[in-house]
C-alpha cells in the first residue's frame, strides 16, 4: 500500500492501525487476566498492569476520535484536519505499544504470530509511516496557529452546542477577569460569582428535574465544566464538581425525603459542598479511614458525633455542607465494609482557618494548606472533636449505614468524569495562548509560528486536547446511558489529567522565558495542570485499583 493509497482511504486506514493496537492488547489482557487469577493477584504484576491500563487507555481515546472524525465527515470543512488527527494520534499510540511489546515481550505475552499479523503487518507499518508524517502533524499546526486555538469543533447534539456557546461567553465575560488576581492573591471565589453561576443553572445541570435540576445530562454538563475551566480551573471550573459528586451520592442512595430535602437547594446554588474522605494518613486506601462517627443522644435528638482528622477537603471553609465518609462501625477489620456517608452542616467562613462550636459542645476547626497552585477554593485539613450531625442526615439513614463507601466511590465516577472535563479546559487555555503568542512573537525575523518546529509542537498538542476531549465526551455519554458506570469516567480522568500537564508544559516552552512569568497566563495553567493527576484518585492507584482491576476482572 502506498502512502497515496493511505491518504485517499484515510479514516479506513486509521481504523485498521487502531483495530490492530486493539487486538494486542486485548491479547495481553487475557494473559494478564491468567497470571493475575483476574485481577486477584494484581500487585504481583503492578509495573505491567500499570502499563497494561494505561495503553487500554489510549487504545480507548484512540477510538473515540476516530469515531469522532468519522461522525464529521461531510458536515464540517474542518474534517480533514480531525482525520489527520486521528491519524496522528492512532499512528503515536501504535508506535509506543511497539515499542513497549518490544521491550516487555515476555510480560505482554502476545504471540509471534499475532504480533505479525498486526503491529508487524507491512501493511500497517506503512500506514503507521503515513499517520506520522511530520508533514502530517504540521498541518494541523498550521491551522491551529491560524484559528489561534480556538476551539469550534463540530458537535452534533444541539443542547451541548448550544451549552458551549453561552457558557463561554458567560465565562470569559465573568471568570477570565477575576482569574489571574484570584491566583496571585490566594483569595476565595466571590459570591458573586456563584450567584451568578447558580442563576444560569449550573449547579444543577445533572440534577434530575423533580429536584429542581436542569436534567440536561453528563455532557452538557462536562462541556460546562470544560468552558469554565478553560478561563479558570480554580476560580470557576471546579466549583460544580463537589455539588455533582454528592448529587450522585444521593440519587444513588439516598432517602426520597433526604433527595427532597438536599438537591434542590444544591441545584439552586444555594448549598455549597465541600468532599470530606481524604485523612492526614489515609489517601488512596479509603477503606482504612479512621475518622469516627459514634451514635449518640444530643439534646434529646438521636445522632452521631464526628471525631478525627481530615485532610485536603477543597472549599471546605465557605461550604455550607460536608460530604463526610467516616467509620461507624470501630472494628476496623471491616474495612470498606464499615463506613458510611453523611452530609454534615456548618456555616461558611471567608478566611484561610475557621473554628466551627456547636451549643452542644462540639467543634469542627479548619486550616487551609497553602497551594502552588489551584487557588480560589482553599483546601483544608479538619479536626472534629464529637462533632453532632442528625441521624436523618447519614446518606440512605439506617438502609445505607455501612455502605457508605460504594454511594462515595458512586459520587467519585462523577468527580473523576469531571475532572476529564477540567482537564480539557485546562488544555485548551494553553493551546490557545500559545497559538496566540505563535503568532504574537516574532524571532529571527518572522512570527515564530512560521517555524517547522514551533508548528509541530502546536499540532501535537491540539491532537492530544482532542484526544481527551472525545475520551471525554465518549464518557459522558456512557454515563448517561448507565450511572453505574466507572471505567470509562476513569480512563477520562487519567488521560486527560496527563494531557493538561503535557500540553501546558510544552506551551511554557514555546512562550520561552515569558512562559516563567507571572504576567502570562500560561504560568498559571502549569501549576494549575499538576494537581490534575492527583485528586479523585491519584494516578497510580487509578491505573490499578479501578482501571486495571475492572479490565482484568
Same mark, same amino acid.
Given at each position: 500500500?502506498?502512502?497515496?493509497?493511505?491518504?485517499?482511504?484515510? =479514516?479506513?486506514?486509521?481504523?485498521?492501525?487502531?483495530?490492530?493496537?486493539?487486538?494486542?492488547?486485548?491479547?495481553?489482557?487475557?494473559?494478564?487476566?491468567?497470571?493475575?487469577?483476574?485481577?486477584?493477584?494484581?500487585?504481583?504484576?503492578?509495573?505491567?498492569?500499570?502499563?497494561?491500563?494505561?495503553?487500554?487507555?489510549?487504545?480507548?481515546?484512540?477510538?473515540?476520535?476516530?469515531?469522532?472524525?468519522?461522525?464529521?465527515?461531510?458536515?464540517?470543512?474542518?474534517?480533514?484536519?480531525?482525520?489527520?488527527?486521528?491519524?496522528?494520534?492512532?499512528?503515536?499510540?501504535?508506535?509506543?505499544?511497539?515499542?513497549?511489546?518490544?521491550?516487555?515481550?515476555?510480560?505482554?505475552?502476545?504471540?509471534?504470530?499475532?504480533?505479525?499479523?498486526?503491529?508487524?503487518?507491512?501493511?500497517?507499518?506503512?500506514?503507521?509511516?503515513?499517520?506520522?508524517?511530520?508533514?502530517?502533524?504540521?498541518?494541523?499546526?498550521?491551522?491551529?496557529?491560524?484559528?489561534?486555538?480556538?476551539?469550534?469543533?463540530?458537535?452534533?447534539?444541539?443542547?451541548?452546542?448550544?451549552? %458551549?456557546?453561552?457558557?463561554?461567553?458567560?465565562?470569559?465575560?465573568?471568570? =477570565?477577569?477575576?482569574?489571574?488576581?484570584?491566583?496571585?492573591?490566594?483569595?476565595?471565589? !466571590?459570591?458573586?460569582?456563584?450567584?451568578?453561576?447558580?442563576?444560569?443553572?449550573?449547579?444543577?445541570?445533572?440534577?434530575?428535574?423533580?429536584?429542581?435540576?436542569?436534567?440536561?445530562?453528563?455532557?452538557?454538563?462536562?462541556?460546562?465544566?470544560?468552558?469554565?475551566?478553560?478561563?479558570? =480551573?480554580?476560580?470557576?471550573?471546579?466549583?460544580?464538581?463537589?455539588?455533582?459528586?454528592?448529587?450522585?451520592?444521593?440519587?444513588?442512595?439516598?432517602?426520597?425525603?433526604?433527595?427532597?430535602?438536599?438537591?434542590?437547594?444544591?441545584?439552586?446554588?444555594?448549598?455549597?459542598?465541600?468532599?470530606?474522605?481524604?485523612?492526614?494518613?489515609?489517601?488512596?486506601?479509603?477503606?482504612?479511614?479512621?475518622?469516627?462517627?459514634?451514635?449518640?443522644?444530643?439534646?434529646?435528638?438521636?445522632?452521631?458525633?464526628?471525631?478525627?482528622?481530615?485532610?485536603?477537603?477543597?472549599?471546605?471553609?465557605?461550604?455550607?455542607?460536608?460530604?463526610?465518609?467516616?467509620?461507624?462501625?470501630?472494628?476496623?477489620?471491616?474495612?470498606?465494609?464499615?463506613?458510611?456517608?453523611?452530609?454534615?452542616?456548618?456555616?461558611?467562613?471567608?478566611?484561610?482557618?475557621?473554628?466551627?462550636?456547636?451549643?452542644?459542645?462540639?467543634?469542627?476547626?479548619?486550616?487551609?494548606?497553602?497551594?502552588?497552585?489551584?487557588?480560589?477554593?482553599?483546601?483544608?485539613?479538619?479536626?472534629?472533636?464529637? #462533632?453532632?450531625?442528625?441521624?436523618?442526615?447519614?446518606?440512605?439513614?439506617?438502609?445505607?449505614?455501612?455502605?457508605?463507601? #460504594?454511594?462515595?466511590?458512586?459520587?467519585?465516577?462523577?468527580? %473523576?468524569?469531571?475532572?476529564?472535563?477540567?482537564?480539557?479546559?485546562?488544555?485548551?487555555?494553553?493551546?490557545?495562548?500559545?497559538?496566540?503568542?505563535?503568532?504574537?512573537?516574532?524571532?529571527?525575523?518572522? !512570527?515564530?509560528?512560521?517555524?517547522?518546529?514551533?508548528?509541530?509542537?502546536?499540532?501535537?498538542?491540539?491532537?492530544?486536547?482532542?484526544?481527551?476531549?472525545?475520551?471525554?465526551?465518549?464518557?459522558?455519554?456512557?454515563?448517561?446511558?448507565?450511572?453505574?458506570?466507572?471505567?470509562?469516567?476513569?480512563?477520562?480522568?487519567?488521560?486527560?489529567?496527563?494531557?493538561?500537564?503535557?500540553?501546558?508544559?510544552?506551551?511554557?516552552? =514555546?512562550?520561552?522565558?515569558?512562559?516563567?512569568?507571572?504576567?502570562?497566563?500560561?504560568?498559571?495553567?502549569?501549576?494549575?495542570?499538576?494537581?490534575?493527576?492527583?485528586?479523585?484518585?491519584?494516578?497510580?492507584?487509578?491505573?490499578?485499583?479501578?482501571?486495571?482491576?475492572?479490565?482484568?476482572?
Amino acid at each position: 500500500m502506498s502512502l497515496r493509497e493511505v491518504s485517499s482511504l484515510e =479514516l479506513h486506514a486509521i481504523e485498521r492501525l487502531v483495530n490492530a493496537a486493539a487486538a494486542v492488547v486485548d491479547d495481553a489482557l487475557a494473559v494478564a487476566r491468567e497470571r493475575t487469577e483476574h485481577g486477584k493477584g494484581i500487585d504481583n504484576e503492578q509495573v505491567h498492569c500499570e502499563r497494561l491500563a494505561y495503553t487500554a487507555t489510549e487504545v480507548q481515546a484512540a477510538r473515540d476520535l476516530l469515531a469522532y472524525a468519522k461522525a464529521a465527515q461531510g458536515h464540517t470543512s474542518e474534517s480533514p484536519m480531525y482525520a489527520d488527527m486521528a491519524a496522528v494520534f492512532a499512528g503515536e499510540m501504535v508506535q509506543k505499544l511497539g515499542a513497549a511489546v518490544d521491550a516487555h515481550f515476555s510480560n505482554f505475552g502476545v504471540s509471534t504470530e499475532r504480533l505479525n499479523a498486526t503491529l508487524g503487518n507491512p501493511e500497517i507499518k506503512t500506514i503507521l509511516r503515513a499517520a506520522l508524517d511530520d508533514a502530517r502533524v504540521r498541518a494541523v499546526g498550521r491551522r491551529v496557529i491560524e484559528q489561534r486555538g480556538a476551539n469550534h469543533c463540530w458537535m452534533d447534539n444541539e443542547l451541548a452546542s448550544m451549552t %458551549r456557546d453561552s457558557v463561554r461567553q458567560f465565562a470569559e465575560a465573568e471568570v =477570565l477577569p477575576l482569574a489571574e488576581h484570584i491566583h496571585r492573591h490566594d483569595e476565595l471565589v !466571590p459570591d458573586d460569582l456563584i450567584r451568578k453561576m447558580a442563576e444560569l443553572g449550573f449547579f444543577g445541570m445533572s440534577v434530575p428535574e423533580q429536584y429542581g435540576g436542569g436534567g440536561m445530562g453528563n455532557l452538557p454538563m462536562i462541556i460546562t465544566t470544560e468552558e469554565l475551566s478553560r478561563c479558570s =480551573l480554580a476560580a470557576a471550573g471546579s466549583l460544580i464538581t463537589r455539588p455533582e459528586i454528592l448529587t450522585k451520592a444521593l440519587l444513588k442512595g439516598g432517602t426520597e425525603r433526604q433527595k427532597q430535602r438536599w438537591l434542590p437547594p444544591i441545584a439552586r446554588g444555594e448549598i455549597m459542598v465541600a468532599i470530606s474522605v481524604t485523612e492526614p494518613d489515609t489517601g488512596s486506601d479509603v477503606a482504612s479511614i479512621k475518622c469516627r462517627a459514634s451514635e449518640a443522644v444530643v439534646d434529646g435528638q438521636k445522632g452521631y458525633v464526628i471525631d478525627g482528622a481530615k485532610a485536603w477537603c477543597t472549599f471546605a471553609g465557605r461550604a455550607n455542607v460536608l460530604a463526610l465518609l467516616a467509620r461507624t462501625d470501630p472494628d476496623p477489620q471491616k474495612g470498606a465494609r464499615g463506613l458510611s456517608l453523611f452530609i454534615v452542616p456548618k456555616d461558611p467562613f471567608y478566611g484561610h482557618s475557621f473554628e466551627m462550636r456547636q451549643p452542644s459542645g462540639g467543634v469542627l476547626v479548619g486550616k487551609a494548606d497553602r497551594t502552588p497552585g489551584y487557588r480560589g477554593m482553599h483546601s483544608f485539613t479538619l479536626n472534629f472533636e464529637r #462533632y453532632f450531625v442528625p441521624a436523618e442526615n447519614l446518606v440512605g439513614e439506617e438502609g445505607q449505614k455501612n455502605k457508605g463507601f #460504594y454511594l462515595q466511590m458512586a459520587g467519585f465516577a462523577a468527580g %473523576r468524569l469531571q475532572t476529564g472535563g477540567r482537564a480539557t479546559g485546562l488544555a485548551q487555555a494553553a493551546l490557545e495562548r500559545t497559538a496566540e503568542y505563535a503568532n504574537d512573537r516574532k524571532q529571527f525575523g518572522q !512570527p515564530i509560528g512560521q517555524f517547522q518546529l514551533t508548528q509541530y509542537k502546536l499540532g501535537r498538542m491540539a491532537t492530544y486536547t482532542m484526544a481527551a476531549r472525545q475520551l471525554t465526551y465518549a464518557a459522558a455519554l456512557a454515563m448517561d446511558r448507565d450511572e453505574s458506570v466507572s471505567l470509562e469516567p476513569a480512563m477520562a480522568k487519567l488521560f486527560s489529567s496527563d494531557v493538561a500537564v503535557w500540553v501546558t508544559q510544552e506551551g511554557q516552552l =514555546l512562550h520561552g522565558g515569558w512562559g516563567y512569568a507571572e504576567e502570562f497566563p500560561i504560568s498559571r495553567y502549569v501549576v494549575d495542570a499538576t494537581v490534575l493527576p492527583i485528586f479523585e484518585g491519584v494516578k497510580p492507584i487509578l491505573e490499578l485499583k479501578v482501571i486495571a482491576r475492572q479490565l482484568l476482572g
